[in-house]
């Protein structure tokens, strides 16, 4: 059995299965595989054999797909570790906010593409998995009783533009690579990568897909999509890097990320305080996020590997406990405008409690999670120009200041409400535990340290 | 000599199709321009790439087509949608694939110099596609018209990267792509189409 097989087709396969299953017995199976997947990666290391009884098992490497690898090498297995543990946390949800029937399915087959994208050989397939992964989500953001939106178009749009971009710069980086004084052909392939990963990754502003869609569709699908397609994204930028590490090392290209994160991140920060809708909050959190990652892949220093990944772990957490937080809310009030979810904390105090942690958590508020990535950003950045560093804490002053409107007006009830808990038990628990995480990460960051120890290993001449 | 003209030939229809699709309101009229686009990206490919792969992208392309037809000619009471105030005219539709032209054939040899044995009417070709489509995104908000401009954009690409990888596996996941997009625009055109909300559903 190789490697590609368990974590690839395996899902895929079993997505595809479960689309024709019930929701009851799809939640269990997709979150049941998810979690078996992420602990087989954690305990059956690749390429090495184990006695299992009298049997001698090995995890081989690759395999080949019309002459080209698919290759999980010992380094992904704690990647793919974190990815199915977070995707199994996503699938485990599906069951309280009643979400669609496909969302398991659809999200297994997602995942799968996304991790064949890092497996693939050359790395820059990795640009037509994305899409493809991209296009199997529209069903799960659209169903069939609901007109498309402009969100939705865009998003297929953009993603579409990404991958010509991408594939085409690849090519010509090969070509500078074999003749790097050709400064005409260097600069022509520079300029076309960045276009192709401002698509990907939502540079402003490319980004404006995002709180459209958390506006349009359904927030927990939606921050499935969001959490899984700009974790991959990264990802793969960090394999770019480290392939072509002379585009790292550049000054202009670094400078070009930076600016980029720097403006993504202000930018959403100040739109969030502005929103009066809590998905587009969501979104424009989840693009401040986005930009605080773009601003790490620019930083010349050996610790940005470390620091993408420190950012990238809680991420998946909080957008799960804020995305269920929303889709629960939702539900009573059938649009998360202002208007509409006002005075809700009284009757879900323990979903707001949970929303607030998690949106507090993308501030990076201390004893949270999101607080010790922050940490290490400031101190990043404590090496660059005062500027810098004042635009990120605009942003996350404006990200902050969106967190205060909404709790004023969630708990902004009549004088006589009265406070209840309407959530059901499996709200209550699904909750709980995400909360519960959120703090556990911010009171123990270093339940991540043999994670952040080893995920490096992934991009090794970039953490050099 | 013979490949040569019908290279060119191959250029000036994908030319002719896109000013179609930018000028011409009725669906129909629009996919039978983009088949003809197809039938001439096949051409160029087919300068760089074994004549079966070519074939390949010609009958995925029309597949396509196909999809997007039958599913458009379906669905009931479909309204487009260009509410967004852009220019529809068609003396802009002209002025547009104009553009086009001019910046195709100014980078054209630009293109050459940098990667020379591409051929130029095969560049010409790809960026014509690619940059009316391109356009095309910017002038609209249908969702038909937009698939189309999406579908155009990524036939050019076909063109010119066909002329630098000639992996199997690319040009497989490029069909699923292209065969992808259509299978969810179907989906985007027809969704709406129910009238209840199915229980069990969010929202």
């Known amino acids: ?464 | 000599m013979f490949v040569d003209v019908v290279s060119w030939a191959a250029a000036a229809l994908i030319l002719l199709a896109a000013a179609v699709i930018m000028t011409e309101r009725d669906w129909r009229v629009n996919l039978g321009a983009l088949g003809a686009q197809y039938l001439a990206a096949f051409w160029l490919i087919t300068r760089h790439l074994p004549f079966i792969i070519g074939s390949a992208k010609l009958i995925t392309g029309w597949m396509v087509i196909a999809i997007l037809g039958i599913t458009r000619s379906g669905a009931e009471n479909f309204e487009e949608d260009e509410s967004s105030g852009l220019p529809r005219d068609r003396f802009f539709g002209f002025v547009f694939a104009g553009i086009a032209l001019l910046v195709s054939a100014g980078a054209s040899l630009r293109i050459e110099a940098l990667i020379p044995g591409l051929e130029i009417p095969v560049i010409a070709g790809s960026l014509l596609l690619i940059i009316t489509g391109i356009l095309q995104l910017g002038i609209t908000s249908d969702l038909l018209r937009a698939l189309i401009g999406l579908l155009s954009m990524l036939a050019g690409f076909e063109v010119i990267y066909a002329a630098v990888e000639n992996s199997v596996l690319v040009a497989g996941l490029l069909a699923i792509v292209n065969l992808g997009l259509a299978l969810v625009g179907a989906y985007l055109l027809l969704a709406g189409s129910l009238p209840a909300q199915p229980a069990g559903d969010e929202p």
Do not use: C
């Open chain 1, 1 to 464: 059995m190789s490697a590609p097989v368990i974590w690839i087709l395996f899902p895929f396969l079993l997505g595809i299965l479960i689309l024709f299953l019930p929701k009851q017995y799809a939640f269990a199976l997709g979150g049941g595989a998810a979690a078996l997947l992420a602990l087989t990666a954690l305990f059956f290391p690749i390429d090495t054999a184990l006695l299992v009884g009298t049997l001698s098992v090995k995890i081989a490497v690759s395999v080949k797909v019309f002459g080209r690898s698919f290759i999980l090498n010992p380094a992904d297995g704690l990647l793919l570790t974190f990815i199915y543990g977070i995707a199994a946390l996503w699938f485990f949800g599906v069951f309280a906010p009643n979400a669609q029937n496909r969302f398991v399915g659809l999200g297994l087959m997602i995942i799968s593409l996304l991790v064949a994208s890092i497996a693939v050989e050359p790395f820059l397939y990795a640009a037509l998995l994305l899409e493809i992964a991209a296009m199997l989500a529209i069903p799960l953001l659209v169903p069939l009783y609901q007109k498309a939106g402009r969100g939705i178009v865009r998003f297929l749009i953009y993603q579409t533009l990404a991958m010509p971009f991408i594939l085409f710069a690849g090519w010509m980086l090969t070509g500078v690579e074999a003749s790097p004084a050709d400064l005409s052909a260097t600069t022509s392939s520079g300029v076309i990568l960045l276009l192709g990963f401002s698509f990907l990754l939502g540079v402003f502003p490319l980004y404006n897909w995002i709180p459209m869609l958390l506006e349009e569709s359904s927030p927990y699908a939606s921050g499935f999509l969001i959490w899984a397609l700009s974790t991959f994204s990264a990802i793969f930028a960090l394999g770019f890097l480290n392939r072509y590490l002379w585009l790292h090392t550049s000054p202009q290209f670094s400078s070009a990320f930076i600016y980029a994160g720097v403006f993504m991140a202000v930018s959403a920060g100040v739109f969030s305080a502005t929103q009066k809708h809590l998905g587009r909050i969501l979104g424009y959190a989840a693009i401040f996020e986005m930009g605080l990652i773009v601003l790490a892949l620019g930083l010349q220093s050996n610790n940005a590997v470390s620091l993408i990944f420190l950012l990238l772990i809680p991420r998946g957490l909080e957008l799960t406990v804020w995305a269920l937080a929303l889709s629960i809310l939702k539900r009573e009030a059938y649009s998360l405008t202002f208007s509409e979810t006002r005075g809700l904390a009284r009757k879900y105090p323990l979903t707001v409690f949970a929303l607030a942690a998690a949106h507090l958590s993308t501030v990076g508020m201390p004893l949270l999670a999101g607080f010790p990535s922050r940490l290490g950003l400031w101190q990043a950045l404590a090496a660059y120009p005062l500027s810098l560093s004042f635009f990120v804490f605009l942003g996350t002053a404006g990200i902050l200041t969106a967190a205060a409107r909404a709790l004023a007006v969630l708990l902004m009830a009549d004088e006589n409400a009265a406070w209840s808990v309407n959530e059901s038990w499996t709200h209550i628990a699904m909750l709980s535990i995400g909360a519960a995480g959120l703090f556990l990460l911010g009171f123990f960051p270093q339940i991540q340290q043999s994670l952040l120890d080893e995920l490096p290993a992934l991009f090794e001449r970039l953490a050099r």
